[in-house]
C-alpha cells in the first residue's frame, strides 16, 4: 500500500550573532510531502502510525515541534 501526504507549515526562526535582517525571529510557509510504501501492518490496520510519521517527518527537516505548525 503506498500513502502520500502533503502539509503547508508556517515555521520561524532566527540566527543569534547576526547582524542584519534575520537576526530577528521571521517566519516561512512550506510545503512538506510525505510518501510511504510499505504492507499493511494488521494489528493496526496503518503502514506506519501517522504520530510516527509526523515526529520522522520534523526530524528529518530539522524542525522542533515547538516552531512548527501544521495547517490542517
Known sequence: MRSITTLEL???HR??????EAQYLHGHTGILTIEVEDS????VNMVFPC??????AWEG???SNRA?????
Not at 15 to 20: A, E, H, N, T
Not at 40 to 43: E, L, T, W
Not at 68 to 72: E, Q
Request: aromatic share 18%; net charge positive.
Open 68 to 72: 512548527c505548525h501544521c495547517i490542517p
Open 15 to 20: 540566527f543569534f550573532g547576526f547582524k542584519g
Open 40 to 43: 499493511v501492518n494488521p494489528g
Open 51 to 56: 504520530n510516527e510519521i509526523q515526529k520522522t
Open 10 to 12: 508556517q515555521y520561524a
Open 61 to 63: 527537516a530539522g524542525f
